[in-house]
């Protein structure tokens, strides 16, 4: 399995999100599951549970994958209900299933820098922007406009998302962190920073913000087939 796969974007077609909504109602009724119990399973707050239902499946692809692994479906299955098997397909297709990652195998599937979401707290719902980050003492660190959107505040609540998913094959892990923003202004610091790898081209302008998101919580999922 390549669990460095991109996602297949074109892979699945989708649906009206009240459409998906009402069939995750119904197969979690199906599976005596509440949604707090549902959230637990695929690895998010309820809260983002019911905002990603809400927004549909191009919002996070990886959160929706979770969330048909946790009510035992494939992507596909979730997103455009189930049909019968194609022509010679005698059994059932693949399982999806969760597999947890401990935190140091989070780390590592982070690896040292790429590409992830940040989440802000704002209202009606968090504003999800994507960034390039690099792993620094255990810590993440992404840089930004200081006018952006995506310059949090300091010691403001925010999220991290990286993952690697393949819809089409129901494959793939996703990596959630919950913590606060630092802002970093010790020029030292910066400095060191600026000279990572690939930090030149990253979004902040002339004179970028670099933002250090401190960990409260980290979870991470490893998306399988049975």
């Excluded at 996602?7 to 509440?34: C, E, K, S, Y």
């Excluded at 840089?143 to 010691?155: I, M, N």
């Excluded at 606060?180 to 004179?207: C, F, K, M, N, Y």
Aim: aromatic share 6%.
């Amino acid at each position: 399995m390549n669990e460095n796969a991109e996602p297949a974007a074109a892979a699945v077609r989708h649906p009206d999100p009240r459409a998906i909504a009402q069939r995750i109602a119904d197969r979690r009724r199906q599976l005596n599951l509440t949604e707090e119990e549902l959230a637990n399973h695929a690895a998010m707050s309820t809260g983002y549970l019911r905002h990603l239902i809400e927004w549909g499946p191009e919002f996070d692809r990886g959160g929706f994958l979770r969330i048909a692994a946790a009510l035992r479906w494939t992507y596909r299955e979730l997103v455009q209900g189930r049909s019968d098997p194609p022509p010679g397909q005698t059994g059932p297709a693949p399982r999806p299933v969760l597999i947890h990652l401990t935190e140091p195998e989070c780390w590592e599937k982070l690896g040292t820098h790429g590409i992830g979401r940040v989440a802000l707290p704002v209202q009606p719902g968090p504003e999800v922007f994507p960034v390039n980050y690099t792993v620094d003492a255990g810590t993440v660190v992404y840089r930004t406009d200081p006018r952006g959107a995506a310059a949090a505040g300091e010691a403001s609540a925010l999220s991290f998302e990286a993952d690697r998913i393949d819809d089409r094959l129901s494959r793939g892990w996703s990596v959630l962190i919950t913590g606060t923003a630092e802002r970093i202004v010790d020029p030292q610091v910066v400095e060191r920073l600026a000279q990572l790898p690939g930090a030149e081209s990253w979004a902040g302008g002339s004179r970028p913000l670099w933002i250090r998101i401190r960990p409260e919580q980290i979870t991470g999922r490893r998306i399988g087939t049975m």
